[in-house]
Antibody, heavy 120, light 108 residues
Framework: EVQLLESGGGLVQPGGSLRLSCEAS????????MAWVRQAPGKGLEWVST????????SNADSVKGRFTISRDNSKNTLYLQMNSLRAEDTAIYYC?????????????WGQGTTVTVSS | DIQMTQSPSSLSASVGDRVTITCRAS??????LNWYQQKPGKAPKLLIY???SLQGGVPSRFSGSGSGTDFTLTISSLQPEDFATYYC??????????FGQGSKLEIK
């Protein structure tokens, strides 16, 4: 079964750091670019970051540039999001998703999400 | 950056109705346009990719059309399980994405 499982969310103070993980199973992880998408409470979907299949290229939304770093370990089938200098507005559910090159780069597999709350 | 504008932001309809949601891109994105359905407490689900290609397992009452800057999602005959929020998304940008603001479909 194709699956993505996020972990690492929690409560963190403003200015703090957190690292999210996304473990993939059921497909060849190293074949796919991967992305993080977030959803603030009661709000819409916001793309956060994307990493290429090899990890050699990344792209970040302006809202997280300089604070968040996306990476991957293909030997562990795991995607990461290192989040530094966290702000209240980073509070959201964070989803990882595959970037399916064969589907015009649509996101066809999603995790269940992990919740990040930034509050003092 | 590409901006995506969806309309309407919310709508009410009845079971059996035909519903159309539109999405406009701020520049041409060819057919790099995808549609997602999201139900409360759940992750989004891919419905349509490349503007008009139905993702596997998605009922045929869902359809998409458009190219360039203007796109539509149509549900031909609403079923109870279709009441959800729908998002368009451009995947034209290199590694980046932009989502529309969402369209919440509610039962009339």
């Amino acid at each position: 079964e194709v699956q993505l499982l996020e972990s690492g969310g929690g409560l963190v103070q403003p200015g703090g750091s957190l690292r999210l993980s996304c473990e993939a199973s059921g497909f060849t992880f190293s074949d796919f670019a991967m992305a993080w998408v977030r959803q603030a409470p009661g709000k819409g979907l916001e793309w956060v970051s994307t990493v290429s299949s090899t990890g050699g290229a990344t792209s970040n939304a302006d809202s997280v540039k300089g604070r968040f770093t996306i990476s991957r370990d293909n030997s562990k089938n795991t995607l990461y999001l290192q989040m530094n200098s966290l702000r209240a507005e980073d509070t959201a559910i964070y989803y990882c998703a595959t970037r399916a090159y064969q589907l015009y780069s649509a996101m066809d597999v999603w995790g269940q999400g992990t919740t990040v709350t930034v509050s003092s | 950056d590409i901006q995506m504008t969806q309309s309407p932001s919310s709508l009410s309809a009845s079971v059996g109705d035909r519903v159309t949601i539109t999405c406009r891109a701020s520049q041409s994105i060819a057919n790099y346009l995808n549609w997602y359905q999201q139900k409360p407490g759940k992750a989004p689900k891919l419905l349509i990719y490349a503007a008009s290609s139905l993702q596997g397992g998605v009922p045929s009452r869902f359809s998409g059309s458009g190219s360039g800057t203007d796109f539509t999602l149509t549900i031909s005959s609403l079923q109870p399980e279709d009441f959800a929020t729908y998002y368009c998304q451009e995947s034209y940008s290199s590694l980046g994405y932009t989502f529309g603001q969402g369209s919440k479909l509610e039962i009339k």
